[in-house]
């Protein structure tokens, strides 16, 4: 069963911070906009898979996402960005169970990334994710996700980050980059590679400094 932790007075309070973070700061001075070539080279020497693309177009104020239960219109797997629920998850690493991926989108809106792993990932590969998120938590969440549509992980791990430039954010159509990178183990320099070149890169401006872990 997926954990959905949509609780409306934290929810409401987390909000604030955040709207209030990204007024004070400006909602981001930079584009937020990667190269990422580089990225690209070491998930592919690492055995992964890699995809950098537009997420499918979807409406603001999360119109086409009123329930944790909507179909959702992603083109990548695990979803990168696009389309998702008004509420974000826990910042955190979620080994109690699989959190709704509806709500992780909103998460990579905020600039986060996210480690995914599958239904049959070894418990040994779920602990190198653990001590990869632990060295560095600040805008990172982690989950199982489990099979989707017909697209399932399986026994694979996954990391996904959404970024852009906050002053074109839905303007002509423009909705940021999804990048996702699928691989058959974990591999600690491709991940980090991943990381560093995309966490705090919000779409929306939100500042890496407003996903602390357990908010």
């Avoid at 389309?83 to 989108?105: C, K, L, S, T």
């Avoid at 026994?155 to 996904?160: F, G, H, L, Q, R």
């Avoid at 991940?191 to 400094?209: L, N």
């Amino acid at each position: 069963m997926l954990l959905l932790f949509g609780f409306a007075a934290a929810g409401l309070v987390a909000l604030a911070v955040v709207i209030g973070v990204i007024a004070f700061s400006g909602g981001g001075s930079g584009s937020n906009e990667v190269n990422d070539t580089e990225v690209a080279a070491t998930m592919r020497a690492a055995g992964c898979t890699y995809r950098s693309v537009a997420p499918a177009p979807f409406r603001p104020n999360h119109l086409d996402m009123p329930t944790l239960t909507t179909k959702p219109n992603w083109n990548t797997f695990p979803p990168a960005g696009g389309v998702h629920y008004g509420q974000w998850a826990i910042w955190g690493f979620h080994d109690e169970g699989p959190v709704n991926p509806r709500m992780i989108v909103h998460n990579e809106e905020h600039g986060g990334v996210v480690l995914w792993w599958g239904p049959d990932t070894p418990q040994s590969e779920v602990d190198k994710l653990r001590e990869f998120y632990t060295s560095d938590p600040v805008g990172v969440v982690a989950t199982q996700i489990l099979p989707f549509e017909g697209k399932t992980l399986g026994s694979k791990v996954a990391i996904t980050a959404w970024t852009g430039d906050p002053k074109k954010y839905f303007k002509n159509g423009y909705v940021g980059t999804a990048h996702v990178a699928v691989c058959p183990t974990f591999n600690e320099n491709a991940f980090k590679t991943f990381r560093d070149a995309f966490i705090g890169r919000s779409v929306e401006g939100v500042p890496r400094s407003a996903n602390q872990p357990g908010t």
